[in-house]
């Protein structure tokens, strides 16, 4: 995947005129992650829709997996028009049969003319989602509190030589993956170190070493303030979120790219979904050139299609350019890890529950 085009060019590009038909609904319920993440869709997508179609717009946060979605689709009660996913619960919503087929040829060409399966980036159009952005979980501290702060993923687990507490997401994903880059496994080995029986092992016993040093986060938001609060020394965090405690609010927080676990986010639509057609009129539009670009000035997530780049300018109202910000800068992906959705679509559930006994000890 060639993820170094989303850093090209900076330049303002003109704007084109999305030709989205008009939608039948009055009200859309578009669901994501809240904070910051939802900030820069309510910005990008949602503001110039209502102003486009009129339709409103009813925004939920939720904190991922697709429960809620399984739940309302098997009671024949689906409230959510529009949902905001990881790729592997894309992928096990789609094989479990949770979510509307999503016809690619009627996403609208990139800004350039290229049609939309050549212009989003390979791996990012699945049958029942699109993706909208590439984004990443790192660790960060506040350098005002730490003048000689962590380099390495190793350092993270290293409380002797950083005390203090240290923020996690509750789950197994990410995690397992941190802990086995910790304890020397190269990015390119987790995978395959991770499908053995030892390799779980190894990961949950790099993660006894810190057990009871961690303070467990799960919506999007709390790291940034968790941080700012002190109440961890250093903590795992998508790294938009970080980027805006630092850029929109001036904190003295340090991203540490080394072991980054980089994803991808997508639309999907819940099967039964009361305004479907409606929900993909946004979809189309919310994943066009443009508003993908828009979104990349308000958050450090990287957009989905390769015309969207050259149209990547600074962050909203400040002299930062935010190509350096993205997790797909090549300084950043020295030693990242790309996640695995198929191991994760078909291990969740078993390492979740084996990380719930875990926790539970």
Same mark, same amino acid.
């Given at each position: ?5 989303l850093?090209a ?10 030709g !989205?038909?008009?939608?039948? !609904?009055?009200e859309l319920?578009?669901v ?38 399984k ?10 028009d ?14 479990e049969?949770?979510l509307?087929?999503?016809d ?20 990012? +159009? ?10 990443s ?7 005002s509190?730490m ?18 507490k ?50 467990w ?8 303030q ?5 109440e961890?020394?250093?903590?795992t ?28 986010d ?16 946004? +979809?189309?539009?919310?994943? !066009? ?15 989905a ?15 930062i ?5 993205m997790?797909t800068?090549?300084?950043n992906?020295?030693n ?11 291990n !969740?559930d078993? +390492? ?6 875990w926790?539970?000890?």
């Open positions: 995947m060639k993820l170094t085009k850093l060019s900076t330049a303002i590009g003109a704007a084109v005129a999305f !989205a038909s008009a939608a039948s !609904a009055k319920t578009v994501s992650w809240g904070g910051a993440y939802t900030k820069s869709q309510v910005e990008a997508y949602h503001k110039p829709y209502i102003a486009k179609t009129g339709v409103k717009i009813k925004s939920e946060d939720y904190n991922g997996g697709i429960a809620e979605i739940a309302q689709v098997e009671a024949g009660n689906v409230t959510w529009i949902v905001d996913v990881e790729l592997s619960d894309a992928i096990r919503a789609c094989d049969g949770l509307e087929t999503i690619h040829s009627a996403l609208p060409a990139g800004a350039d003319g290229t049609p939309a399966k050549d212009d989003f980036l390979a791996g990012t +159009l699945y049958d029942c989602a699109v993706a909208n952005i590439v984004w979980t790192i660790f960060a501290y506040d350098s509190k003048a000689n702060g962590p380099k390495t993923m190793a350092d993270f687990f290293d409380v002797a030589k950083f005390p203090g240290r923020g996690l997401r509750k789950g197994a994903k990410v995690n397992l993956e941190f802990a086995l880059i910790a304890d020397g496994v190269a990015a390119k080995d987790v995978y395959g170190v991770l499908a053995t029986p030892e390799g779980v092992d190894r990961a949950f016993k790099k993660l006894d070493t810190i057990k009871k040093d961690v303070v986060w799960e919506a999007g938001a709390q790291p940034p968790m941080l700012a609060d002190g961890v020394a250093m903590t965090a998508y790294n938009g979120r970080i980027f805006n405690a630092v850029a929109g609010e001036g904190k003295p927080f340090e991203i540490v790219w080394d072991g980054q676990v980089w994803d991808l997508l639309w999907v639509i819940p099967k039964g979904a009361k305004n479907k057609d409606t929900a993909m009129d946004f +979809l189309k539009f919310s994943t !066009a050139t443009e508003q993908l670009a828009k979104q990349a000035s308000y958050i450090s997530y990287g957009p299609r390769k015309s969207s780049a050259p149209l990547v300018g600074k962050y909203d109202g400040k002299d350019d935010m190509g350096p910000q997790p800068n090549p300084a992906l020295a990242a890890v790309q996640n695995n959705f198929e191991f994760w679509a078909d !969740a078993q +390492l979740n529950e084996r990380f719930n006994a926790l539970a000890k």
